[in-house]
């Protein structure tokens, strides 16, 4: 299962970018996906949540301006950051709880490699 992340770039302060992560390979079901992200020299920060059925939750330094879904049928998610913030660089990665097999009922957790963000001020 590889995980790959895009959308990330270079956005001035109050600006907007959209994230997406798209989960390959073999996969019978996706359940709980999520946001972090990371600044060199600290740790990586949940920033949403996401369970299969749509239900959300969210840091709350990005609750109401950031916004997780996901697109069951593409295994896709999707970050829409608006009113981006200095604060708010980071390095962004997804990650998701993936069953590979509908014969067996083990459960994996995959990290996807990560899209910059960055806002000037």
């Known amino acids: 299962v590889q995980l790959q992340a895009s959308g990330g770039g270079l956005v001035q302060a109050g600006g907007s970018l959209r994230l997406s992560c798209v989960a390959s390979?073999?996969?019978?079901?996706?359940?709980?996906m999520a946001w972090y992200r990371q600044v060199p020299g600290k740790q990586r920060d949940v920033v949403a949540t996401?369970?299969?059925?749509?239900?959300?939750t969210y840091a709350d330094s990005v609750k109401g301006r950031f916004t997780m879904s996901r697109d069951n049928a593409k295994n896709t998610v999707y970050l829409q950051m608006n009113s981006l913030q200095p604060e708010d660089t980071a390095v962004y990665y997804c990650?998701?709880?993936?069953?590979?097999?509908?014969?067996?009922?083990?459960?994996?957790?995959?990290w996807g490699q990560g899209t910059l963000v960055t806002v000037s001020s």
């Open positions: 990650n998701a709880n993936v069953q590979p097999s509908r014969w067996r009922s083990t459960v994996y957790n995959y």
């Open positions: 390979g073999s996969i019978f079901g996706i359940n709980d």
């Open positions: 996401i369970t299969s059925g749509g239900s959300t």
